[in-house]
């Protein structure tokens, strides 16, 4: 018999799962923008023209369903955890059934797959390297049992996953145009820029002060408090500073270094405050990567837009 709280008909079960666990009205804008971004920075750095080829939208669908795919391989991991753990969620209230969930993940996947095979001829060899390893972090790796036992061990090779996705992504933009751009250490410069944060943020979810320590495996309680500090310290500084030189190289005004130095002074003053003194009450970690993330990536999008608009 069918739960009375579950609708009756796919779609509707699906757009309930977008609005809990993936907006596409916010996910879509911000796609569209962080791969223009990225898009444009890699042509202008190559010296190119800048132009929306067939290539560039590999690169923005590819980006929009490979969040999507990485959503659903986190939801489809944890299912029962989570029923537990967050009855308020779809799932546990039958809202949306976990077959809905091995949909979306399908349809993200080949949509993915036909896409790049179809049109992204010229980066398949990045695309193979990217969604082979996406899928062995959803298969654990094939060790399933250990990876729940050892949950850092999990965060550290779960991490390259932004990285991968980014590499290709970049890849995709420097595809596009006339010629396919070599990769140049000012490329790889742009890819730490855009996946370093997400480190940041990722280390600084899982560090609490010794107060507010439980059972559940952090990077403080595990590498101490810190070096788990120092962690994301290092990841959002050498962001704004990497941001700083990519900004010289294209001729950015003044306002955007004046703006990217004050979010670099409101990443040392927070995180040194925590570390010197790792207390609750400064532990506002995980907002300001958040929202350093945010103003590091609109900065630079911004000044990108107004310095090359065409």
């Not at 990045?126 to 049992?145: D, G, N, P, R």
Request: contains cysteine; charged residues 10%; proline residues 5%.
């Amino acid at each position: 018999m069918r739960d009375p709280n579950t609708p009756k008909y796919f779609i509707s079960r699906a757009w309930i799962y977008s609005k809990e666990m993936f907006p596409v009205l916010i996910y879509l804008p911000y796609v569209i923008a962080l791969y223009g971004c990225v898009n444009f920075v890699v042509q202008i750095l190559s010296g190119d023209p800048v132009v929306i080829d067939t290539m560039a939208i590999v690169g923005m669908i590819s980006a929009f369903f490979m969040m999507l795919l990485m959503r659903t391989f986190d939801d489809l991991k944890d299912i029962e955890i989570d029923i537990e753990l967050f009855p308020h969620r779809a799932t546990a209230r039958k809202a949306v059934l976990k077959s809905d969930i091995v949909a979306i993940s399908l349809i993200s996947f080949l949509v993915l797959l036909n896409t790049n095979i179809f049109f992204g001829q010229s980066t398949l060899p990045v695309f193979a390297i990217m969604i082979s390893y996406c899928l062995l972090t959803f298969k654990w790796f094939f060790a399933e049992q250990f990876h729940r036992n050892h949950i850092f061990i999990t965060m550290m090779d779960h991490q390259p996953i932004p990285y991968v996705i980014n590499f290709f992504l970049i890849h995709t933009a420097l595809a596009t145009g006339a010629h396919y751009e070599p990769f140049s250490p000012n490329h790889l410069i742009l890819w730490l820029i855009v996946s370093l944060p997400v480190t940041a943020w990722e280390v600084s979810r899982k560090i609490r002060s010794a107060d507010m320590e439980t059972q559940y495996e952090t990077f403080s309680m595990v590498v101490g408090v810190k070096t788990a500090t120092a962690i994301p310290l290092i990841c959002l500084t050498a962001t704004g500073l990497m941001s700083l030189h990519i900004g010289s190289l294209l001729h950015f005004s003044p306002w955007f270094f004046a703006i990217n130095i004050a979010i670099l002074a409101m990443v040392l003053f927070v995180y040194l405050r925590f570390f010197f003194r790792p207390i609750k009450e400064n532990n506002i970690l995980t907002n300001t990567a958040l929202f350093t993330t945010t103003a590091y990536f609109t900065n630079l999008l911004v000044n990108t837009v107004l310095t090359y608009a065409w």
